[in-house]
């Protein structure tokens, strides 16, 4: 009977084509622009080790039989069994952080996985010279080691173990994820019923048909969870739209510039000026759909807050600015301004201080907004009934926009103090500028 296995032509074809489907699938995952996930990291380096696993198996299917190319046999040798065992290895930590994007699992099992990998490695190394798992006759012939059931047990093994860890991640997958990731495991060992005609092309066939099905999976998720961000945005936005349309806000500073007209016209001439600036920047601002300079937010606070020192004559402000050029999402910093003169200081008998400060760390940007107001109870602000869309909706702007943060403390009496945080690695639009 004619064995597949003994034929050099189709094995290496296939080897070829499957080296080719796989590096596709890097292209794809390369050109994701949500490629710095945790998981997408793991992948990619996954497909570059079963590029070179292919290319490896390719090489022992080429060579074979001639003996003037024993190095180069043995280099194949080495990348077919050590980028397999790598393959296995990056899967587990695939595995852990497409999951973690649901729940906070532990790394553990994949860290066990890495370590049996880890060592059937060395072992790799070592037979390169003693010959124990493998090795080549004076023909250039490759032939089993002595050992070499060591890697049939550390194939099946590994196999069955993540198996066993994606069994075990049923309740926090979908149906669809958790088939696609099953079929890493269970699509080789099917093969192996096969391997007694045809060894060991079908098990790397099958290693790269569920590879296809395991970057659906995430193509799909990742466009899926793009999608949902977009609609977040989109709903920020109309959400910020309609909190700074502020009818009260705009009927106020038009009954100031009106009583400003008799008392001081070139007063009211400026706030007119000032309040059309205020206008045109909001709209702008609403309309940017992509991190702007800080500068921009800064000279719209200063005009917001121009016009309310001419109705509020107690009203202290302060500008701490060290850092100004780095990005950040429009109508953050603005929204924490208005709550600080709106809620805070106004509502104090006398008045009090709005400071607006800039600081820059060893890995973020920070922007703060501090009042001597009459703060609040952060306790009581949860549960108060009351939607604070302006404060919820720069806390997604932020996550979504450039991965910050705002964090607020208060407490009656004693003022409140809201601080944005930034990654410098989103931050950063161009280079940094001090100011003083």
């Known amino acids: 009977m004619l064995r597949i296995n003994t034929m050099m032509e189709p094995n290496v074809c296939l080897l070829l084509f499957a080296a080719a489907v796989t590096l596709f699938l890097l292209s794809g995952a390369l050109m994701d622009r949500t490629r710095e996930r945790a998981f997408m990291k793991f992948f990619i380096a996954l497909l570059i080790a079963a590029i070179f696993m292919l290319l490896g198996e390719a090489g022992l299917w080429f060579f074979n039989g001639t003996p003037q190319y024993i190095p180069i046999l043995k280099l194949c040798a080495f ?19 497409y999951v973690r994007e649901r729940e906070k699992v532990s790394w553990k099992y994949a860290h066990i996985i890495a370590g049996i990998c880890g060592s059937f490695g060395l072992l790799v190394v070592i037979s390169l010279f003693n010959g124990m798992l493998f090795g080549f006759d004076a023909n250039g012939m490759y032939t089993d080691g002595p050992w070499y059931i060591i890697v049939e047990v550390v194939d099946f093994g590994t196999l069955i173990l993540e198996l066993l860890m994606v069994a075990s991640y049923r309740a926090i997958l979908s ?58 945005l989109a709903d920020s936005r109309i959400a910020i739209t309609l909190s700074q349309l502020q009818p009260h806000f705009i009927y106020n500073v038009l009954n100031s510039i009106y009583h400003l007209c008799a008392r001081d016209p070139k007063l009211a001439q400026e706030a007119v000026d000032k309040f059309s600036d205020y206008l045109r920047n909001n709209m702008k601002s609403i309309e940017q759909k992509e991190p702007i300079p800080f500068e921009e937010e800064y000279q719209h606070i200063q005009t917001y807050l121009s016009l309310e020192k001419i109705r509020f004559r107690t009203l202290e402000i302060i500008y701490d600015i060290d850092i100004v050029n780095f990005m950040l999402p429009p109508l953050t910093v603005q929204p924490l301004v208005e709550n600080a003169v709106k809620h805070g ?17 060893e890995n973020a940007y920070l922007v703060m907004v501090i009042d001597t107001g009459i703060g609040f109870d952060p306790e009581r602000y949860s549960e108060d009934g009351k939607v604070h869309i302006g404060i919820r909706n720069v806390r997604e702007r932020l996550q979504n926009m450039v991965s910050g943060t705002l964090s607020i403390t208060s407490s009656p009496g004693n003022g409140t103090t809201a601080v944005i945080t930034i990654p410098k690695k989103e931050a950063d639009g161009h280079e940094n500028h001090r100011i003083g």
């Open 345 to 361: 200081v106004t509502k104090k008998r006398g008045g009090g201080t709005v400071t607006i400060s800039t600081r820059e760390t």
């Open 79 to 97: 990348l077919s069994f050590g980028c397999g065992i790598a393959v296995n290895a990056l899967f587990g930590y695939c595995l852990v952080g």
């Open 175 to 232: 149906l669809k994820g958790m088939l696609s990731l099953l079929t890493f495991g269970i699509l080789p060992l099917l093969s192996m019923l096969v391997l007694p005609y045809w060894n060991p092309t079908p098990m790397y066939m099958a290693t790269t048909l569920s590879l296809i099905l395991i970057h659906n999976l995430f193509h799909g998720e990742l466009t899926r969870q793009l999608a949902e961000k977009e609609i977040q």
